[in-house]
């Protein structure tokens, strides 16, 4: 049960959440796959090698080396993309796409950790031009986000500025912890994956939102609630005033997503023309 008001004589306290599959019903950077592709920041040959790795991770098998080996190979594939279109693909689709898909139960929990005073923070492995216009959208406080290094070219160098997956999540809480003044005894957090436990064993209420296989055992073994997230609803429908700023996107490491979710579309459609022949 979430506390209706926080106690203010004590220190801050904040919500910790997850994006893919915890806030939103799909891969954030598998949404813009067909936008990416149009925008020829992709080509099918890349497109077709990283399929494989796309659809393991999709499924939720892939483990801590798998995911090390895509973040080099597509880090890699994504050097010299021009910054300036991966922006402006962005922002001509990220609300048409991402606001169909927000979880109604996610935003509702969002809103009652406001109402209760504590601050909300988007913590998500994809690129900071994606997860910040969602956070914005959502009402976030603060966002952490992958990040991408940009050339004085105005391309993407290839290197990794900081990646926001795993044990680096939990570190990236723990100093928001010492810079906002939280007790992390008092946080909450939320997340569908494994990988994110660090994060999850982090605060004093951890939650599992629809969980893979082995999230959903140490959640059980820890005695962790688990949340079922399953009614995707626009958040213009709840709140029908709602509308998003414009501003400028950190453009990141969510292009190294969409390359991964490009090949997951062009694989589907090589399949779906192989069922016709």
Not at 85 to 111: C, G, M, N, R, W
Request: glycine share 6%; net charge negative; with cysteine.
């Amino acid at each position: 049960m979430l506390s209706l008001v926080e106690n203010h004589s004590l220190p801050r306290t904040a919500a910790f959440f997850d994006l893919d599959k915890t806030v939103i019903a799909k891969s954030s950077t598998l949404t813009f796959s067909k936008s990416f592709y149009q925008g020829g920041l992709i080509n099918r040959r890349a497109a077709l090698r990283t399929a494989y790795i796309q659809f393991v991770f999709l499924a939720g098998g892939a483990d801590h080396d798998q995911m090390e080996r895509m973040r080099r190979y597509l880090s890699s594939m994504c050097r010299g993309w021009n910054v300036q279109q991966v922006k402006e693909i962005v922002a001509e689709t990220l609300h048409d796409l991402i606001d169909p898909i927000i979880y109604d139960e996610a935003a509702s929990l969002i809103e009652e950790h406001h109402t209760a005073g504590r601050d909300v923070v988007i913590v998500s492995t994809s690129g900071a031009e994606v997860v910040e216009p969602i956070g914005e959208l959502l009402g976030a406080d603060r966002v952490v986000a992958t990040r991408m290094v940009v050339g004085e070219d105005g391309c993407f160098t290839g290197e990794v500025e900081y990646y926001a997956y795993g044990p680096t999540k939990a570190d990236a809480i723990k100093d928001l912890a010492a810079s906002e003044g939280y007790d992390l005894s008092r946080c909450y957090a939320y997340s569908d994956s494994a990988t994110d436990v660090p994060m999850l064993e982090s605060v004093g209420h951890p939650h599992a939102v629809n969980p893979d296989r082995t999230l959903r055992r140490e959640a059980v073994a820890r005695s962790w609630p688990i949340l079922d997230f399953h009614r995707p609803v626009r958040l213009k429908q709840r709140l029908p005033n709602l509308s998003v700023p414009p501003r400028p996107a950190l453009v990141a490491a969510a292009a190294i997503g969409a390359a991964a979710a490009t090949a997951g579309l062009v694989w589907y459609a090589s399949r779906r023309r192989a069922s016709a022949v």
